[in-house]
């Protein structure tokens, strides 16, 4: 049993609450010390903690509020020891107040399910409660304190009110329903006369109306008479049937129709857009309907005017793109011409002293030409890849000097290449262009110096993250970063970063494509390309592509052929382009060479040749070739005849169709135009020795 002190015997048997009323300081409440509380008190609060039910006793002038264990759950958040009852449930004292007053002045209440709205948990709630008040008088029979049992209902209320409302909802219901019954026709004619909906009801076994309201005629033109007599699919749109007919088919299945749209023809000849809602009973369908033909024409006025902003849009980049293309092909077309004119007067003149200059730098002019458009063919990705298992870290490795040198002394150079890093399968040669691309953008970004880091990782990626990088897919990847603590790019330049000849620096020092080149190998490679920066605090270009994991084959960059010296060819080369100028020029320089040359400006030449006879020792051909077979589908051809015959692809385009981002097979390789003539001399030289 607990230890009761002396003079506190009333408290026995309070549990929790008797032992927070023993241990409340009671001195400064309207109370006073408990020791000295009047006997009225002591047994009313004593009855109070003994009950079972929720009861709380307010007492003294202020209405100092004393409850028992059961009644805690009533509060909530609240407390309500030793504080008045007004300041307890002032939320509710306009209704429990008049009723304190009542039983102050000696008059008992009781009321079922009252309903109040008190704060017990921090926000508003209704509530009902079931409770009495009942005066208790002290011994010279005034009353001095407030007796309250109550019980929350609210559950009780709410659950009778839910059962009240189906109840109602039932009866309402049979109500209905037995009024439609009784007067079925009456209501469905007033129904159809008032409706603005088109409504219908048709049969599955004959395919036809059997009645229609008037708003069908309304919208269609149609009496009911003529509606009833003709095949509903008479009255379908000639392209409609088919589908009509195919959801005619999900309609016998019993399977209902929601917004199902289809054109259904007007009396005058025209058609209406109707969007339909049809339900299946047996084989009778219930169906309601709404004109959308407006609805259809806004769509497609919108549709139209978007196509044409796209299209605006569009011819908006073309413009920008076909001014700064003309621009600098104009400046190196210039140069190129200008050499050749110089040249041919100093040819009349006899001065022939400066002309391998001259040549070599209309040659430079050229090469520029050719990296402008393999930047764009780059940035349109239609550029012809040579992608292989590429291991990236001695792809960067090997670009240190070059980067080191490019960069220039202020700049320090730093690498963080990740352990073990998986192998990916692109271009060597493209990704160490787009890589050397970032080092410049990254050094014209610091001109007083700075720090450029370049770093490799592998990265994993689940669904989540791969639908924020655009072009990936979810699993494995090899990220390379280029990072600067240059001046960054403002909001707007990095807006703009991949469009092609945008570009924030001097006039003659960029093209604008490095970006726009950069974006278009990742694209084509199947990968991603994501810029992030702030001005004044510098950038970081991530290039993410994915793992290649069928065989880890280590492969470096090409370094430039070298020229083979004159008369050291042997064999017989066939060489197909329908340019006579380009077949014209390479004939020459092999024959130059050494080789016997056989010439063909199509594919279906090519093959009466080879299959008269002709064995040549290598087969050198355009891709881009007329006649419906292009140069990929001549070599597959005579690869299929001729195994062994070795297959250099030349190509200044490469259409998606014939050149996929995926290795060739053995002994076919690729050379890109506008190519030197000493690359064609090594690639063939090469071929042919492998054979």
Known sequence: ??????????????????????????????????????????????????????????????????????????????????RPLREVWPEAWDTIGPIVARALAGEASYFEDLPLILERHGYREQTYYTFSYSPVRADDGSVRGILCTVIETTA?????????????????LNERLAHQAAAHAADRDRLWRISQDVMAAASLATGRFLTVNPAFSDTFGWSEHEATNVPFMDLVHPDD?????????????????????????????????????????????YGVARDITAERQQREALRQAEDALRQSQKMEAVGQLTGGLAHDFNNMLAGVAGHLELMKLKLRLGHTAD???????????????????????????????????????????????????????SIK????????????????????????????????????????????????????????????????????????????MTPDVLARAFDPFFTTKPLGRGTGLGLSMVYGFATQSHGHVRITSEAGLGTTVRLTLPRHVAGDQETQPRHPDAAPDAGQGKGVVMVVDDEENIRA??????????????????????????????????LVTDIGLPGGMNGRQLADIARAHWPQLPVLLVTGYA??????????????????????????????????ARR
Request: net charge negative; with cysteine.
């Open 585 to 618: 020029v390479m004939a020459e320089v092999l024959g130059m060479h050494g080789y016997t040359v056989v010439l063909a400006a199509d594919a279906h030449a090519a093959l009466r040749q080879l299959h008269a006879g002709l064995a040549p020792d290598v």
């Open 1 to 82: 049993m607990e230890a009761v002190k002396p003079g506190l015997g009333f408290l026995t048997g309070g549990g929790n609450m008797g032992a927070r009323i023993r241990a409340h300081d009671w001195s400064h409440s309207p109370l006073g010390p408990i020791d000295g509380w009047p006997g009225s008190l002591r047994s009313a609060l004593s009855l109070v903690l003994n009950s079972k039910f929720p009861c709380f006793l307010c007492w003294g002038p202020e209405f100092t509020s004393l409850h028992n264990d059961a009644y805690q759950p009533l509060l909530g958040e609240k407390c309500a020891l030793g």
């Open 413 to 488: 150079l730093e690498t963080r290449l990740a352990a073990s890093l998986w192998t990916t399968f692109c271009d060597p040669n493209q990704l160490e262009s787009a890589l050397l691309n970032l080092a410049n953008n990254a050094r014209d970004a610091m001109p007083d110096g700075g720090l450029l880091l370049i770093e490799t990782s592998n990265v994993v990626l689940d669904e989540a993250a791969a639908a924020h990088h655009p072009g990936l897919r979810a699993g494995e990847h090899v990220a390379i970063s280029v990072s600067d603590n240059g001046s960054g």
């Open 355 to 409: 002309l391998g200059e001259r040549i070599d730098t209309a040659l430079g002019a050229t090469q520029r030409a050719a990296a402008l458009t393999h930047r764009l063919l780059a940035f349109s990705r239609r550029q012809a890849l040579d992608p292989k298992p590429t291991d990236v870290n001695t792809l960067v490795a090997s670009m240190m000097d070059l980067v080191t040198h490019t960069a220039g002394p």
């Open 156 to 172: 009780k209320v709410q659950a009778i009110a839910e059962l009240q409302e189906k109840e109602d909802a039932l009866r309402h």
């Open 655 to 688: 259409e998606g169709t014939v050149m996929k981002n995926e290795p060739l097979p053995p002994q076919m390789e690729l050379l890109v135009k506008p190519f030197a003539m000493n690359a064609l001399l090594a690639r063939v030289r090469s071929l042919v």
């Open 241 to 285: 049937k088919q589908d009509v007919a195919q959801h005619m088919q999900v309609l016998a299945g019993g399977t209902p129709l929601v917004r199902y749209e289809n054109r259904i023809m007007h009396k005058d000849g025209s058609h209406r857009w109707v969007s339909w809602t049809i339900v299946p009973e047996g084989e009778l369908l």
